[in-house]
């Protein structure tokens, strides 16, 4: 059980086992690969989409789904800007916002799994291949097909996931008691990929689950109108 505390409600229901988080001090993001993107966005609980304009880059057409706009929508700006810098993204595409040293896409014969050689492997590009090791920390939004297979390549690092806020699925119960912190979003809205209208149907609340809840922002809590902390398990 925990301790929620929400900023649209000043007498919060108190559950014991955790505390809220209150602001932490300001961070400053190092150099990172690829196009740099900083806008100044603001607002709490509702997470607005960055940008109207439909980029021209490839979208990833493979994975077991067929879809070919899987893994194509993007996490919105306001949200990628208030998170810290990571050293990989394993899951990404060509349109991220997110803050990475190393990002991995399947457009440019990338793969987050490293061809499985080893947990943390992975290979960005077609020729920088590595190891994310235990205080890597690691941007998570897999496709939701691979989430658990992800999950557990990754779990050994300083990761932090960005996925629904929803109990039902089987790999919810896994991340949530490993995380030190969860930030719940009332509303993301997604940036949709080139040629697909906006209103992708998502109806879930999203949430970001931090396995050090140190590593979660200012900006962070200041968009999220709830937030608490919890003692991992295992």
Wanted: with cysteine; proline share 9%.
């Amino acid at each position: 059980m925990t301790n929620v505390v929400s900023r649209y409600q000043p007498h919060s229901r108190k559950i014991p086992g955790s505390s809220f988080l209150s602001p932490l001090g300001e961070r400053t993001p190092g150099n990172y690969l690829q196009q740099q993107n900083r806008a100044t966005t603001g607002g709490v609980g509702k997470v607005p989409a960055a940008s109207t304009e439909a980029p021209r880059e490839t979208v990833n057409v493979r994975g077991g789904s067929k879809d070919p706009n899987r893994g194509a929508w993007c996490t919105p700006q306001a949200v990628a800007d208030a998170l810290p810098e990571f050293g990989i993204d394993p899951f990404s595409n060509p349109r991220s916002h997110i803050k990475s040293l190393y990002r991995c896409m399947l457009e440019d014969g990338g793969d987050g799994f490293g061809g499985q050689a080893a947990p943390g492997s992975y290979r960005c590009g077609r020729d920088l291949y590595g190891e994310a090791h235990g205080a890597t920390r690691v941007f998570l939004q897999p496709p939701y097909s691979i989430v658990e297979k992800a999950f557990r390549h990754y779990q050994h690092t300083r990761w932090v996931a960005l996925l629904r806020f929803d109990p039902r699925p089987t790999w919810f119960d896994e991340i949530y008691w490993r995380a030190e912190l969860v930030c719940v979003f009332s509303e993301i809205e997604f940036e949709s990929p080139p040629g697909v209208s906006k209103g992708g149907g998502n109806s879930f609340p999203h949430a970001l689950y931090y396995r050090r809840a140190e590593d979660v922002t200012p900006d962070v809590l200041k968009l999220a109108p709830i937030a608490w902390r919890k003692k991992p398990r295992g």
